[in-house]
T-cell receptor, first 109, second 111 residues
Framework: GQSLEQPSEVTAVEGAIVQINCTYQTSGFYGLSWYQQHDGGAPTFLSYNALDGLEETGRFSSFLSRSDSYGYLLLQELQMKDSASYFCAVINRDDKIIFGKGTRLHILP | NAGVTQTPKFRILKIGQSMTLQCTQDMNHNYMYWYRQDPGMGLKLIYYSVGAGITDKGEVPNGYNVSRSTTEDFPLRLELAAPSQTSVYFC??????????FGSGTRLTVV
């Protein structure tokens, strides 16, 4: 079977750094993606990792370790607008993308 | 480009009624997907398509049907609506496996 685990909630302070972890169990793993979703909105694509290592896109970075079946999303210089849910998603070789249950990020002023 | 367009945005159905959720994309993407999202939960894959004429079941296909006669359109059909199908439905498309573009969603209530 397939499963993804990520924390249900994380709280951080404005201007700080926060890391959201994701562990996965799947067959035919191809890559790991991250999506952001604000309340009432649609998910929006943030990043994609197919190879081990860190991918940086502005204030957001994503990391993958294929040997550990583990990845994380790192958000720096947190802003209040970053308050949202963040989903990790596994892409498999059968073209399916399976999403985790999401991490609700709360940002305190 | 409009991206991924879903209609309607909201709908209330009575138990046993049928309806089609429309999804169209103008990005010439081969891959298209239907997800449902229950309150406070992640997205569950209902059906997906890797190209015109090809569809496959996802995690939760029961009670739904799809077709993909053109690259642009990927409608989702509910034949006999049930309260368990109350959810927000998202259509998405992609050119490759790396990143999806989502539609704005259809909020469906079955009463």
């Amino acid at each position: 079977g397939q499963s993804l685990e990520q924390p249900s909630e994380v709280t951080a302070v404005e201007g700080a750094i926060v890391q959201i972890n994701c562990t996965y169990q799947t067959s035919g793993f191809y890559g790991l993606s991250w999506y952001q979703q604000h309340d009432g909105g649609a998910p929006t694509f943030l990043s994609y990792n197919a190879l081990d290592g860190l991918e940086e896109t502005g204030r957001f970075s994503s990391f993958l370790s294929r040997s550990d079946s583990y990845g994380y999303l790192l958000l720096q210089e947190l802003q209040m607008k970053d308050s949202a849910s963040y989903f990790c998603a596994v892409i498999n070789r059968d073209d399916k993308i399976i999403f985790g249950k999401g991490t609700r990020l709360h940002i305190l002023p | 480009n409009a991206g991924v367009t879903q209609t309607p945005k909201f709908r209330i159905l009575k138990i046993g009624q049928s309806m089609t959720l429309q999804c169209t994309q103008d990005m010439n993407h081969n891959y298209m997907y239907w997800y449902r999202q229950d309150p406070g939960m992640g997205l569950k894959l209902i059906y997906y398509s890797v190209g015109a004429g090809i569809t496959d079941k996802g995690e939760v296909p029961n009670g739904y049907n799809v077709s993909r006669s053109t690259t642009e359109d990927f409608p989702l059909r509910l034949e006999l609506a049930a309260p368990s199908q109350t959810s927000v439905y998202f259509c998405a498309s992609s050119y490759s496996d790396s990143g999806y573009t989502f539609g704005s969603g259809t909020r469906l209530t079955v009463v």
